[in-house]
């Protein structure tokens, strides 16, 4: 018996120094011997993804430091680095031959299609754009469907817009200055102007109840999860094999289980309402017209019609879509405008004059010509909605960039919000908000600055509702200054707790809508 004893305990003892050996010598290669090894970073970061992963747990904006610390680029995972200059923009960006997206996009999946006996995943046919990898159905998607996303397309829905923010303007002026959560109604707000354009809906009756449920809050427990399994593709796989087991992953990891959106992206408490609305829409449409279109969807149909390999799933996926991608990205970024302008009582008045003046200013600018585009964009680029890096990998023949070579596989990115803050591009002051900054003149650095930017991501996979949200936000923010003085409270370092996820925002402010007696 004890001889039995002694050789099982002999066993786990030799399983044990096995286990330890292993990981001594992977972390050894890592530090030592890896084709990443000679860059800097923490060295923690160079031994395990779980440096970087704990970060985005902890919910503390850590990049920016990084690169003050160790330069433009930074390993931050044994494979993985993280860029900040505009030489790393070109190479990852602007390269000839688009770089894939990074392997983290995979985690963004809405359906997590179905595991085959060998554990390899199927995705279903369907609009997914942004973790999409089938390449000839991305382009199919976004050139077909391209047209109803142009600039001078999406003019015509300008009435949609003005329509509904006569609405929400109306059931502003009824909370009598009331102190409310600032998410909450410029997330409703984005609602009723989004569904508007994309289904000629309206999110069942939030405007009047003035409740969104928390959800854009909630949304930022939803993109930390989510950041998170994006870099564990084992876990993922399990979690989709056993999803019983995920409250104890998800509490083991620190990570939040409260919930914000259905499987497809919507907010969770009115999804049903919006996919009966977009599903009554799309099969009510008999005859779709392009050009007297009343709605994307009616618009969509109408491309279908004449292009047949773009199918009805496409098309309504894309509808579906510009609410799913734009209810949280415009409402944060409308977060951030109010936020930003009203706690700079000098510029506030300003935009105040421009707003109430005859003729509203344009309030979304690439090169900015008012104050109040000028503070829209600086807002913006503070606070960007995306801060974690946009990953890509290093193609077939390796990459070299800042004198290093990254060999096929490695994956690069830049972070938005990183960037934007770069002390190249923005001089010594990067970090302040000073919109005064995109009305210089000096032109050669303003064609910079537009250049350098990942406000809606990079060349090759760049946002396809940008020019939607430019459209919301140019009428939405004059419209606001114009029928109110407005007064918000943002919790102290608010601006700086920024936390590094996928998406983000703004959390915990406060604002009160007071209604002027002579706004028109
Ligand atoms: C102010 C509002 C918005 C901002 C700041 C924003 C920002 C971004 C950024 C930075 C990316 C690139 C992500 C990456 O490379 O990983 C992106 C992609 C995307 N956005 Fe937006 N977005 C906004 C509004 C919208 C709207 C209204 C739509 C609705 C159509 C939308 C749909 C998408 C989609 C489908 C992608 C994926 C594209 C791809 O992977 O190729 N976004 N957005």
């Known amino acids: ?56 747990i902890v919910a503390k904006p850590y990049e920016l430091a990084l690169h ?66 089938d390449m000839a159905r991305y382009q ?36 009598n200055g009331e102190e409310v959560e600032t998410s909450e109604w ?63 992953a998800f509490g083991i990891l620190g990570l939040p289980t409260n919930h914000s959106r259905d499987g497809i992206g919507l907010p969770a408490h009115i999804a049903p309402s919006l996919i009966g609305q977009l599903v009554h829409r799309c099969t009510s449409i008999e005859n779709p017209s392009f050009e007297n279109g009343q709605d994307l969807m009616e618009q969509l149909l109408a491309i279908h019609a004449k292009r047949p390999d773009f199918g009805v799933g496409y098309a309504r996926g894309m509808a579906g879509s510009s609410v799913a991608a734009g209810h949280d990205t415009t409402g944060a970024s409308l977060v951030s405008i109010l936020c930003r302008i009203c706690t700079n009582p000098d510029l506030q008045k300003r935009v105040e004059q421009e707003c109430r003046g005859e003729r509203m200013p344009l309030a979304f600018e690439d090169r900015p010509s008012t104050v109040t585009s000028a503070c829209v964009r600086e807002a913006m680029r503070l606070q960007h909605v995306t801060n974690i890096s946009l990953s890509r990998v290093a193609p077939r023949n390796g990459l070299h960039l800042h004198g290093h070579f990254f060999p096929e596989g490695t994956v690069l990115g830049v972070n938005p919000t990183s960037f934007a803050r770069n002390r190249d591009l923005f001089g010594p002051d990067a970090g302040e908000f000073k919109p005064e900054r995109w009305l210089s003149g000096d032109e050669n650095h303003l064609r910079t600055l537009e250049r350098y930017n990942l406000l809606f991501g990079g060349q090759s996979r760049s946002c396809p509702g940008q020019n939607l949200a430019r459209l919301i936000i140019g009428l939405v923010v004059p419209r606001l200054f114009r029928n109110f003085d407005i007064q918000v409270k943002v919790p102290e370092g608010g601006f ?15 604002i009160k809508f007071i209604p002027r007696q002579d706004s028109k």
């Open 1 to 56: 018996m004890a001889f039995i004893v002694q050789a099982a305990s002999t066993q786990w003892i030799a399983i044990l120094i096995t286990c330890v050996l292993s990981l001594v010598f992977v972390a050894t290669y890592r530090l030592l011997f890896h084709p990443l090894a000679a860059l800097p970073g923490p060295k923690l970061a160079a031994i395990s993804p779980w440096w970087q992963i704990r970060k985005i």
């Open 68 to 133: 003050d610390r160790y330069g433009p680029v930074v390993r931050t995972a044994p494979n993985e680095v993280v860029c900040n200059s505009k030489e790393a923009f070109d190479a990852i960006y602007k390269s000839s031959t688009p770089l894939d997206k990074g392997p983290w996009y995979e985690g963004t999946r809405l359906s997590s299609g179905v595991l085959d006996l060998f554990i390899r995943r199927h995705h279903i046919d369907g609009c997914h754009l942004l973790a999409e990898t």
């Open 140 to 175: 199919l998607i976004r050139r077909s469907g391209g047209p109803a996303f142009t600039a001078s397309n999406l003019k015509r829905y300008e009435p949609k817009v003005v329509e509904a923010m006569q609405r929400v303007c109306e059931r502003l002026n009824r909370l």
């Open 186 to 248: 410029m997330h409703i707000t984005i609602l009723e102007c989004l569904t508007s354009i994309s289904w000629s809906g309206s999110p069942d009756n939030i405007l009047e109840q003035g409740h969104d449920w928390g959800d854009l809050e909630l949304n930022v427990a939803f993109w930390r999860r989510t950041t998170v399994l994006g870099h564990l593709p084992t876990l993922r796989v399990l979690l989709d094999l056993f999803p019983m087991l995920k409250k104890y």
């Open 496 to 510: 700086d707790n920024y936390p590094p996820q996928f998406w983000t925002m703004l959390s915990g402010s406060k």
